[in-house]
């Protein structure tokens, strides 16, 4: 069982940053940061891989934010810099504990509450 609770939402400016937190118990094998923008599916922002700690992001997000967790693997960050309003989205911490894809929210079976990024104009 893994429980997952996030942190770190609010609004900012275009141009601004915000860090957001994952707080995970148990063992995983990948954890993922998802959003889902107003009236939108919901998406993959940036996977990581607890062995070997390999990270992916999706093409949106690459140079502008950064996934990363904590040495004892129980916290996930993503420090998002040079917001933009297209990155307005309800911002989830997902974790799965199967080996295999890690892409997908289908993938995920473990999800945090949510935190709400806001990006004015």
């Known amino acids: 069982q893994v429980q997952l609770v996030e942190s770190g939402g609010g609004s900012v400016q275009a141009g601004g940053s915000l860090r957001l937190s994952c707080a995970a118990s148990?063992?995983?094998?990948?954890m993922a940061w998802f959003r889902q923008p107003p009236g939108k599916e919901r998406e993959r922002v940036a996977t990581?891989?607890?062995?070997?700690?390999?990270?992916y992001y999706d093409d949106s997000v690459k140079g502008r934010f950064t996934l990363s967790q904590n040495n004892a693997k129980n916290t996930m960050y993503l420090q998002m810099n040079s917001l933009k309003l297209e990155d307005t989205a309800m911002y989830y911490c997902?974790?799965?504990?199967?080996?295999?894809?890690?892409?997908?929210?289908?993938?995920?079976?473990?999800w945090g509450q949510g935190t709400q990024v806001t990006v004015s104009s």
């Open positions: 997902a974790a799965s504990t199967r080996r295999g894809s890690c892409r997908w929210a289908s993938d995920f079976g473990y």
């Open positions: 148990g063992d995983n094998y990948c």
């Open positions: 990581i891989y607890n062995p070997g700690g390999s990270i």
